[in-house]
């Protein structure tokens, strides 16, 4: 037995564009993809020989109207439903690490029927460019005012920062050109957008002292990784690798991006690292949602985060 959907399977996000393309296991939905403004498919995590006509091969449904984003997900005998009002997103992480890619979509609400405020799934990165598209969607929904109708003319980060000059190709460091280069695509991209923070790739020392923990870190080193701030008066975007730590020396592949809409963060906490010297962490408090920035204390980037947080940041 084949099929069209069966024929056409791949480890892509297709877009659904007619009632045909819906996949079986969702069309009891009810959904008219000519009344969304984006409709998505993601594909199961198995290798095409492994897939039959008689699967469901879709793990979720993606729809954007002018109201929400929904998510239908795959379970043994149905689908779940997850529905985000757009004004109750408060954070949006989205990336690649090679062929593993991700997008988790933070939520004012409080979750329900146990299920966390985040919202995260996985996809072959090849169609980051797909998901790029569905972040910049989602961005132009909860945006209010001018951003919202289109106003891509400069204008000043929250309060009034001017913003620095935009990183050179290796300004910081070898290791992270791939870093610099998303910046320049993000300014480039949106001129409202400025330069506002930064820090390098630099290993880290423990806040313990100790002959033994030194030799672990000469050996295995814990490297806090670059990232990069950008911003205008509604949104902050923060450049980085998937993980802000890790520990060893191999390659760093990862890239990643998280999109904050100032006016949703509720509070924010900024605490020392209890395990790592010279390191804060930043906790964004927004509804049910908790988000954990890590950057090194006093830094270009404490000082960006610090200045458009305002008196949401508590000490």
């Not at 919202?119 to 797909?130: F, I, M, N, R």
């Not at 998303?182 to 930064?198: D, H, I, K, S």
């Not at 490297?223 to 390659?251: I, K, M, S």
């Not at 906790?283 to 985060?305: F, R």
């Amino acid at each position: 037995m084949r099929s069209a959907e069966y024929d056409a399977f791949g480890p892509w996000i297709m877009p659904v564009t007619s009632r045909e393309e819906i996949p079986p296991l969702y069309r009891g939905h009810g959904l008219d993809p000519a009344t969304a403004r984006l409709v998505l498919k993601l594909p199961r995590n198995i290798a095409r020989r492994d897939a039959t006509a008689s699967m469901d091969l879709y793990d979720h449904l993606v729809i954007v109207d002018d109201a929400a984003l929904t998510v239908l997900s795959r379970r043994a005998g149905g689908y779940d439903e997850r529905v985000i009002a757009h004004d109750a997103i408060c954070a949006i992480d989205y990336g690649t690490d090679l062929l593993d890619g991700w997008i988790t979509v933070y939520s004012a609400d409080e979750g329900e029927q146990g299920r966390a405020p985040a919202l995260a799934l996985s996809y072959v990165g090849t169609s980051l460019d797909v998901v790029e598209k569905l972040v910049s969607l989602l961005r132009s929904l909860y945006r209010t005012g001018t951003d919202r109708d289109g106003d891509r003319s400069p204008g000043p980060a929250a309060g009034g920062a001017a913003g620095l000059p935009p990183l050179g190709q290796r300004d910081l460091g070898d290791r992270d050109i791939a870093l610099v280069t998303r910046q320049l695509a993000v300014l480039r991209a949106e001129p409202r957008m400025r330069l506002l923070g930064y820090h390098r790739r630099q290993l880290l020392a423990s806040r313990e002292g100790g002959a033994l923990r030194r030799l672990v870190r000469l050996v295995r080193p814990v490297v806090l990784h670059a990232a990069v701030v950008c911003g205008d008066a509604a949104e902050l975007q923060v450049l980085h690798r998937r993980d802000w730590v890790t520990r060893g020396r191999r390659p760093e592949y990862s890239l990643a991006s998280t999109v904050l809409p100032l006016a949703r963060v509720d509070r924010a906490v900024l605490a020392d690292d209890p395990r790592n010297a010279g390191v804060r962490v930043l906790t964004l408090h927004c509804g049910g949602s908790a988000l954990e920035l890590v950057v090194p204390a006093g830094s270009l980037t404490e000082q960006a985060l610090v200045a458009q947080l305002g008196d949401r940041l508590a000490r």
